[in-house]
């Protein structure tokens, strides 16, 4: 199983996107805390997902305020934790009040899930896996509201939904409230109103209250009404209750409700919990559509437990199938006869695994694979010491089988055959006597092979450390885990596959500094492009760098000097002086250290989510923006982002297109997004060419 998990961990992460931390088992991350490395990470990648999958902005949902916090705890452990922990309650502090939610479900949810819910909002098909169908009865009823309050709170990233921090925790339970709403009818509210009013009234109360006219003689009943009570219980939780029965409740499967009076009555039970009752919960939708059955007979369902699951239905079964391919040119080597694993996924986490093998032609088959709508399944090979994966799949409403195709290559063990498309470089004066140093390699193998370890567990790509440097602190790994020391830095074990700056190692150390340092470090692989970035005030001077003016990040302006090739084994050399503006030098604080964290990631969003692989501008005179006033404003009208429009040479401009077309060959950018985009660098191409003849 171990093995395995190594595995799986090692097919996930090319599906990454930048910096993006993947949940899994493995050890807590030891950050710098300064830092706070993963935030950023996390930032960086929710930023870049805003502007490639989303055709609009949700900059304030995913950009949290200096020194932010979660509203509320999360309804479930982080599955990156070894050790579980008590799972805090989540519930609103009043009804919520779908009314209200439905406004906000209009301007933050229907782009992607739809007006219906149904996950087919004119984003969501832009999306690599479908939105969730909030509207379908028979998905909404296998989630408490809790549940969808915590993906509402803290996102789905690994499914491309960002979090909503914009929105009060009152508007969220509001949304969660509405989007509960979208699968219920007036139908069913009215026959669950007149079970609840022949059954349950008499102990739980005339509105739910739990306290009818029996319920003295039971004891304690559960209220309706009770916020901490229904957020935790989703309707198959109470369907297989009421089935059954629990505590001193009768069952009442056996007094003859059917399938249809269970989901009836909850969806009444639910209506309780709102602002508004019952008509709260009444969907607009004049045809609801009806459900599938959650539970194929909830009278043979087990009496639910606070550990136990809800209603199993009757296993509906599929089929996933691939072919492995090889993408090495010349390549024609396939592993026939190796075995292919299959994973089962939910929440990032390994469910279950089984097993095939590769045959003659290269394909690969799993029958009887279960159709659950909260597993993604991705399939695994080993090939010349390295495992490839697929991508992820899903089973859908309407489609039985997935089709799970592998890409291999042909390896090598020779760390050449990678080139650095950029290094960031970018320093913190936050604390006194160090300077803190984050670097980011975004880096290509373009060889067509994979770079794979001469023996499994040994280092594949080095990295150099410049003179001085503390022990570096990672993004995703530890020094000793993933990353291995080396005399003049470390070597990162992970294969290199090939791809267009796919592999991106991001990390920070401490250099001794007392106002001034020479900055010195040796380059493992060619370089294509550096790019410094200081505080603005600290001064840098370097034979190998050009001043590209300074930039407001957050609110804080920082000095980018940009250099240009470097080859392997060759030195970038910079004496960096002085301290940060005034303005700029704020005490260690953890509001201090999260407004870095936040600027870096909004730097990085810039740089990776808009496609640019060089960022400059030479700092402009207000004499030259006097004289560029009417080209700015008709930029403006025509809708020019603002990081295009500051783009001032023609080289600059031609590099981002061909990057932005790199990305959408890869898959990274949706199509509507890489046009809107590709159209605007092509305009201030234009302009820019026209301005050079005039």
Not at 99 to 109: M, Y
Not at 216 to 222: F, R
Not at 286 to 296: E, L, Y
Request: hydrophobic content about 40%.
């Amino acid at each position: 199983m171990r093995r395995a998990l190594a595995a799986f961990r090692q097919i996930l992460s090319p599906l990454r996107h930048a910096g993006e931390e993947l949940k899994l088992s493995t050890p807590k991350r030891h950050p710098m805390k300064p830092l706070r490395i993963a935030w950023l990470a996390l930032l960086v990648l929710a930023a870049s997902l805003t502007l490639a999958a989303c055709g609009f902005s949700m900059a304030e949902d995913i950009t949290p305020p200096p020194n932010a916090q979660a509203n509320a705890p999360q309804a479930q452990a982080s599955s990156a934790e070894n050790t579980p922990e008590p799972v805090p309650v989540v519930f609103p502090l009043v009804a919520p009040d779908p009314a209200n939610g439905e406004a906000l479900f209009a301007e933050k949810c229907t782009p992607c899930h739809g007006e219906r819910g149904l996950g087919d909002g004119p984003q969501g098909a832009q999306l690599p896996n479908p939105p969730a169908p909030l509207g379908d009865a028979a998905f909404a009823r296998q989630f408490a509201p809790a549940e969808w309050y915590d993906t509402l709170t803290n996102g789905r990233i690994d499914r491309y939904m960002p979090p909503f921090d914009s929105m009060s925790e009152g508007e969220r339970w509001d949304v969660v409230a509405y989007a509960m709403s979208l699968s219920v009818t007036s139908d069913s509210l009215a026959r669950g109103e007149l079970l609840y009013q022949e059954n349950c009234q008499r102990c739980h109360g005339e509105n739910g209250d739990g306290d009818g006219p029996d319920a003295a003689e039971i004891g304690e009943v559960p209220a309706f009404t009770n916020q901490a009570f229904m957020a935790q219980r989703s309707a198959e939780t109470m369907a297989v209750a009421i089935a059954h029965g629990h505590d001193e409740m009768p069952g009442f499967g056996e007094k003859g409700f059917v399938r249809e009076d269970l989901w009836a009555l909850t969806d009444y039970l639910r209506s309780l919990s709102f602002a508004g009752g019952s008509a709260a919960l009444v969907s607009q939708q004049p045809d609801a559509a009806t459900p599938t059955a959650a539970a194929d007979d909830l009278a043979a369902s087990p009496v639910p437990t606070d550990t136990q699951p809800s209603a199993t239905p009757e296993q509906a079964l599929g089929t996933i199938s691939g072919l492995v391919t090889n993408a090495t040119p010349d390549g024609d080597g396939l592993p026939i006869g190796e075995e292919v694993v299959l994973y089962a996924v939910k929440d990032m986490n390994p469910v279950y695994t089984r097993t095939t093998t590769v045959q003659e032609d290269g394909t690969f088959t799993f029958e009887d694979v279960e159709i659950d709508p909260h597993l993604i399944y991705l399939a695994a090979v080993e090939y010349n010491g390295a495992t490839y994966g697929s991508d992820i799949g899903m089973f859908t409403a309407e489609d039985t089988a997935i089709d799970l195709p592998i890409t291999v290559y042909e390896s090598t063990q020779d760390p050449s055959v990678l080139s650095v498309d950029r290094l960031h470089i970018f320093f913190d004066f936050t604390h006194p006597d160090v300077i803190q140093v984050v670097e980011l390699y975004v880096i290509s193998n373009n060889s067509g092979k994979a770079l794979v370890p001469a023996e499994q567990g040994e280092g594949v790509t080095p990295f150099t450390l410049p003179e001085g440097a503390g022990e570096p602190q990672f993004q995703d790994g530890v020094l000793g885990g993933r990353y291995l020391p080396t005399e003049d830095g470390f070597m990162d074990t992970v294969s290199v596959r090939p791809g267009q700056g796919e592999y991106q190692v991001l990390y920070a150390f401490t250099v001794p500094y007392d106002r001034k340092m020479t900055f010195r470090q040796t380059m493992p692989l060619d370089v294509d492009a550096v790019l410094f970035m200081v505080p603005d005030g600290v001064k840098v001077k370097s034979d190998q760098l050009e001043d590209g003016g300074t930039r407001d990040v957050q609110g804080t302006l920082y000095r980018t000097f940009n250099g240009t090739e470097i080859a392997a084994g060759g030195t970038l050399e910079a004496v960096v002086s002085g301290s940060p503006a005034a303005a700029d030098a704020a005490p260690e604080t953890a509001a201090s250290n999260n407004n870095l964290a936040i600027g870096l990631g909004a730097f990085g969003a810039v740089l990776i989510g808009a496609g640019i692989w060089l960022y400059r501008r030479n700092a402009v005179e207000e004499e030259e923006l006097e004289e560029d006033e009417e080209t700015d404003e008709a930029e403006e009208e025509a809708g020019m982002d603002d990081d295009i429009a500051a783009m001032d040479d023609p080289q600059v401009v031609m590099d981002a297109i061909i990057a932005l077309d790199d990305l959408y060959k890869e898959g990274e950018l949706p199509e509507d997004a890489y046009r809107t985009r590709r159209a605007e660098l092509k305009t201030r191409l234009q302009g820019l060419l026209e301005d050079e003849s005039a």
